[in-house]
């Protein structure tokens, strides 16, 4: 198991994982994630491209509509239609007394649903009758109250991209949670685009490094991703958290991707860093294996009841299986990986990320690497237990089960 901060999620955006093969090895299923021999996985690896650091624009502040320099000066959505020519095509008022109905007549009911979903869904789990019970009923009158609520909204035009965000991606979502946003977006981004550092002056429109940022996350909202892992819907409860959903992904398959990817292409990836219903997704940077400490003696093997966890190449359900019984050679791994953050004012440019340099605890010590990065790495060690078919310095050593 993966001992740490918390388990970590990992969902790989397939727009930054071009490389990898989605076949495995029938031989070892762990060949899905990259290569399975040990020598294969190197102990450190850093991204040659910059990382920008930006926003997550969060729905709550209406997205990219969000006027982050001031109240009386422009957001990025306005400055895009004043340069596509629809600015008078921007009603703020109207688009206020639309959210703020939201907030008060709508939301609160989606929220109670929001909360009724995790119980209606054990039911039907069980193959129980929900309409019936007390959840199922309050569920039901709630739909139909939301329905009846909608009606009475007002009619927005959306044809300008400001009125759009703020109804779709802002504070006219109804139900909106407070960590809802465009982390998802932002990271593929912040990967696959280089940094603006510069205001840049379009049609007599200037657009600053923060403008610029929340326009590029905006064109990667809807990218089609890729996953390893299982989307967690509720952690409530131990029941809910002992599922694989949230347990997921396997520590083989976290170190041979990130080693993989990082490690031997030089690419990021993207993590959803929070274990649970809710989704952090951030852009990789860099990683080190700080400790590797053998869990066997004298070359001998241990007999382990080894388990895999595969996916439904449709559904991406998961399942667990077992191997049977092996003799295999268990190590202790000690990783230490960063992430670029979006916690910092749209407007900060990138420091410098480079910390090949410095020594281990230093590179593991998140007061350290906030220090040297201008609070723009963040710092996560995790220790987890891998099996091999071979001794750890056998060529021929391969990571089995999860």
């Not at 969060?58 to 306005?78: C, F, L, M, Q």
């Not at 685009?193 to 379009?202: I, S």
């Not at 990836?269 to 990789?284: L, Y």
């Not at 860099?286 to 388990?307: F, G, N, Q």
Request: charged fraction near 25%.
């Amino acid at each position: 198991m993966i001992r740490g901060t918390k388990y970590i999620q990992i969902g790989i955006a397939a727009l930054v994982a071009l490389a990898f093969s989605v076949s495995a090895s029938a031989a070892n299923y762990n060949s899905r994630y990259g290569p399975v021999l040990w020598k294969d996985l190197p102990l450190r690896g850093s991204v040659s491209k910059v990382i920008w650091v930006g926003s997550w624009w969060p729905y709550t502040k209406n997205g990219v509509a969000w006027r982050h320099r001031g109240d009386s000066i422009p957001s990025p959505a306005e400055l895009f239609d004043e340069f596509m020519g629809n600015k008078d095509k921007i009603d703020l008022d109207l688009a206020k007394t639309y959210y703020e109905m939201v907030e008060k007549d709508l939301s609160p009911k989606q929220k109670r649903i929001q909360e009724l979903v995790p119980t209606l869904n054990r039911m039907i789990e069980r193959g129980e009758t929900w309409q019936d019970t007390d959840e199922g009923k309050e569920y039901t009158t709630l739909r139909t109250e939301i329905d009846e609520a909608k009606k009475n909204l007002p009619t927005v035009p959306t044809e300008s991209a400001t009125m759009w965000e703020i109804i779709h991606s802002g504070r006219g979502v109804i139900g909106v949670g407070g960590w809802w946003g465009h982390c998802n977006a932002w990271s593929a981004a912040a990967i696959m685009d280089l940094e603006p550092r510069k205001n840049a002056v379009v049609n007599g429109v200037t657009f600053t490094p923060g403008d610029i940022k929340a326009l590029l996350t905006e064109a990667w909202m809807e990218q089609s991703s890729s996953f390893f892992g299982t989307r967690n819907e509720y952690h409530g409860d131990e029941e809910a958290r002992s599922k694989i959903d949230f347990r997921d992904v396997t520590p083989a398959a976290f170190h041979i991707f990130i080693t993989d990817q990082i490690g031997n292409k030089d690419k990021s990836f993207v993590i959803d860093r929070f274990t649970g219903s809710e989704v952090w997704n951030q852009p990789m940077k860099a990683y080190r294996v700080t400790e590797v400490k053998k869990l066997y003696t004298d070359d001998t093997a241990v007999e382990k009841d080894l388990i895999v966890t595969e996916y439904d190449q449709w559904t991406g359900k998961a399942t667990e299986s077992t191997l049977q019984k092996q003799n295999v050679f268990p190590i202790q791994v000690t990783t230490t990986f960063h992430w670029v953050t979006d916690g910092l004012p749209p407007e900060t440019l990138t420091a410098d990320q480079d910390l090949t340099e410095v020594p281990d605890d230093g590179f593991s010590d998140s007061y350290t690497v906030s220090r040297l990065t201008d609070d723009q790495i963040d710092v996560r060690t995790l220790t987890y237990t891998l099996y091999l078919t071979k001794p750890l310095e056998d060529p021929a050593a391969e990571v089995v089960g999860d």
